[in-house]
Every structure is written in structure tokens, then in C-alpha cells.
């Protein structure tokens, strides 16, 4: 039986509303609760409001009581967009591209992905579980309470389908809901170097049917190099088929239409987007689809950064995540998201804050049970230790998270 929780006396309660995407201007609205109170039950938000207007209505002695005075209430963070489980790590390569080496010269010398691959081979199940338990528990120190993970350094079907088994077998045991993707499709291996057309058949053919039933998701590094769009639609109709929902890695590195096949195919998401164009904004704002921005990897790769405010003003629904893996990304630091979406990418603090609630649900396909401090949603939601939700930008790069609630049990206490 979970314990019933009663919040009162919050300086402030900061939350969008409803169970689907926010698009364009609706991303700057947010529901402000002055002294706020909140009421959860059995795992899921009972009640929410002022604290005057609670008190009247519950009694504290039947609660486990929290006074968040002079402190603010967010959703619990979803961090849309992760490869958190893998063996080994790159700080090589990152000493490399520090030196002016950049990622895809870092990749011809054998780096890359396919320096990940190897070490995830090698990696034993029961270690990369330990390894992602470690990692999930770092995150949610951040307030992260919902994380989406992608497999992709296999690039083979035993080990894709150890990467997906180690994130099953942690959504089971662990508190954090995680959100599995397949990923097969992340680089060719170098036995397949000439014979591209030949592993995306075998994707198609040999692997997708044996693990869709372990995946929510695909996604495709849909790339110059990598994966062309007409492979990418080839590996994601056939991921559709067999009734798994559709992500890209898209228009990263050159424009290559990856946010228009985004559209065309109704993918949830599409993520990266720092050379979209103008035609694959409309298209992912005209068919619904979220777009997900990765600024730490734009700040580690010192890359332009995605056109976040343009898209908003276009009338997009941005996602935030971290874009966490061994190679070009190596954080799972919130504060740094944040500091880097207002500061250099020109998002609102609302709107940042929108983007990995609400919105990186939505990339999910969850906002009709996380993102939100909605009444009968999950009760996920972060206390921060200032009065304010405009302080996580503000003091830059620090975690002020205090306390996380995730399903109505307290999981950190920062």
C-alpha cells in the first residue's frame, strides 16, 4: 500500500495542464498555485489547489505530511531522448574533438558508435543492468522521473536484445518508468561497409519481428552516411507494421529531409533537428509531430544549436532531453539543459520547463498519465528548494531539486 502524501504551504505550484502536446504560444502557459497544497493517494494526485482550500477539505493527521515552505512544485522532469545503457566510455574521443577532430572523422577512425558497439558486446548483462541502475539513480537526483532509452550499440540481435532486456528488466525493479527503444538502425557495421542495403534488410527482416514485443519505439539515424531517408521509411513502415510507434535522429548533421519523413510517416517524434528545414518544420508542425532538442550535444559538439525559438513561433511542440551517451553527449545534467535552452536557444523558462514536462511526455506517447500535475495523473513531481521555478535557469548549472515523488513515494531527498 503506497503511502498518502499531503504537500502544503508550497510558495508556488508550476504546471501546464491537459493530457496532449503544447504547441507554439500554448507552450508559455503555465498554471500558477500560490501557496499550493497537493493530495496524493494510492500513487496518483488526489487533489490540488491552495493550501487553505485543501486544509478544508483534508485532514493532515491521515497523511504523511511535507511543508514546502518557501519552495515550488513542478512535474516530475521526462527526459525524452537518452542512450543510457552501454558498456565502456570515450573520453579519448572527447579529448579529440577538443583538439578540432570532428565526429564523423572521429568515426572513420574507428570511434564513434562503433567504438560503443564493441565494449557493449562484451559488457554482461547483469553489468550493463547495474551499470543503467547507477545511471537512473544519478538522474533522478535531478528530478527526472520518466526516461526513454535506446538500444543501438549492438547493431547485431543478441546484444540489441540485451540493451533492451537490461532496460526491461530496470522498468520492473527500478522506480523510474522507463520507455524502450530499438535502435538497430544507429550505424552500419563495419561487415556490412558496401552492403548497406543488405543490413537494413536484415533490420527489417530478422530483427524488428523479434523485438518489437521489448521496444515501445524505433528510430533511425536517418544521416548523410548512415541511413538515407529512403532506407530510413524502408526500416520504420516495417516497425509500423508490426505496431511500434516512431522516432528519427534527424537532419542532425547535413539537411538531409529527415523532420519531413518525420511528418509524412506520423512519427511522435523527431529529435536533434539542427539543420531542419524550413519545409520539415512545417511538415512536423502540420502532422503533430513533437521535436525533440538535444542542446547539451550541440554545446559538446560545439554545433549551432536547433532553431528552438523559430519552431516555437512556427507554431511547434519542442521536447528538451539530454541526449545522454557514452560519445557525443556524456551528461545527464538537467541544470545544464535548462541554462542552455534559455540562454542560448532563447526559450522562455516556461516554455523550457513545458518542453521536458508536458511535452517530453507527449514525445512518449504518455501526457494522458505523466507531465502534468493533473488530478488522477501519476504523481510525479519535483520540490525545488527555492520559492520560484524561475531560479533553475537562474542559478546556472546548480540542482536545486530537494525532493522527487515518483508514483507517490519519495525517491530523493537531495
Known amino acids: ?49 491552495t493550501t487553505e482550500e485543501l486544509l478544508s ?18 512535474p516530475g522532469f521526462v527526459d525524452s531522448h537518452t542512450h543510457f545503457i552501454f558498456g565502456g566510455y570515450r573520453a579519448e574521443e572527447f579529448s579529440w574533438r577538443l583538439n578540432g577532430v570532428s565526429y564523423m572523422e572521429i568515426m572513420e577512425r574507428g570511434g564513434g558508435i562503433i567504438n560503443t558497439v564493441r565494449s557493449t558486446k562484451e559488457t554482461p548483462l547483469e553489468e550493463l543492468i547495474e551499470l543503467g541502475r547507477k545511471r537512473l539513480d544519478s538522474m533522478m537526483k535531478f528530478g527526472v522521473t520518466t526516461v526513454e532509452g535506446k538500444s543501438g550499440y549492438g547493431l547485431d540481435l543478441d546484444t540489441e536484445v540485451k540493451q533492451l ?17 530499438f535502435l538497430g538502425a544507429h550505424a552500419v557495421p563495419k561487415e556490412y561497409k558496401g552492403k548497406e542495403e543488405e543490413y537494413v534488410s536484415f533490420i527489417i527482416d530478422e530483427v524488428l519481428p523479434k523485438v518489437n514485443n521489448l521496444a515501445e519505439f524505433c528510430d533511425v539515424f536517418c544521416e548523410k552516411n548512415v541511413f538515407s531517408v529512403e532506407q530510413s521509411r524502408r526500416i520504420l513502415l516495417k516497425a509500423k507494421e508490426l505496431g511500434m ?16 519523413l518525420a511528418g509524412e510517416l506520423g512519427a511522435t517524434s523527431a529529435d536533434h533537428l539542427l539543420q531542419a528545414s524550413d519545409k520539415g518544420i512545417e511538415s512536423m508542425r502540420e502532422n503533430d509531430v513533437i521535436a525533440t532538442l538535444l542542446p ?24 528538451l532531453a539530454t541526449d545522454f551517451n557514452p560519445g557525443s553527449c556524456f ?43 493533473d488530478i488522477g495523473k ?30 507517490g513515494e519519495i525517491v530523493v531527498n537531495n
Open 57 to 74: 477539505k483534508y485532514s493532515k493527521e491521515d497523511y504523511e505530511v511535507i511543508d514546502a515552505k518557501g519552495k515550488t512544485i513542478l
Open 165 to 181: 532486456e537490461a532496460m526491461r528488466r530496470l522498468s520492473s525493479d527500478h522506480p523510474m518508468d522507463i520507455v524502450s527503444t
Open 331 to 373: 551528461t545527464y545534467s538537467i541544470p545544464l539543459l535548462f541554462a542552455l535552452a534559455c540562454i542560448e536557444m532563447r526559450l522562455t523558462i516556461e516554455e523550457a520547463i513545458t518542453a521536458l514536462t508536458i511535452n517530453g511526455a507527449a514525445a512518449l506517447g504518455k501526457a494522458h498519465e505523466i507531465g502534468t500535475l
Open 245 to 260: 510507434k516512431l522516432k528519427l535522429h534527424a537532419d542532425e548533421i547535413v539537411q538531409l529531409g529527415g523532420a519531413e
Open 1 to 49: 500500500m503506497k503511502k498518502s502524501i499531503f504537500i502544503i504551504n508550497a510558495s508556488q505550484i508550476a504546471s501546464s495542464k491537459g493530457a496532449k502536446a503544447r504547441f507554439g504560444e500554448e507552450m508559455k502557459e503555465l498554471q500558477i498555485i500560490e501557496d499550493g497544497a497537493v493530495v496524493i493517494e494510492e500513487g496518483i494526485i488526489k487533489a490540488i489547489g
Open 378 to 407: 501519476k504523481a510525479d513531481l519535483v520540490i525545488l528548494s527555492y520559492p520560484s521555478y524561475k531560479y533553475i535557469p537562474y542559478h546556472v548549472g546548480i540542482n536545486i531539486v530537494e525532493k522527487v515523488i515518483k508514483n
Open 296 to 319: 547539451c550535444t550541440a554545446f559538446s559538439l560545439r554545433e549551432s544549436y536547433a532553431r528552438g525559438r523559430e519552431m516555437i513561433d512556427r507554431g511547434c511542440a519542442v521536447a
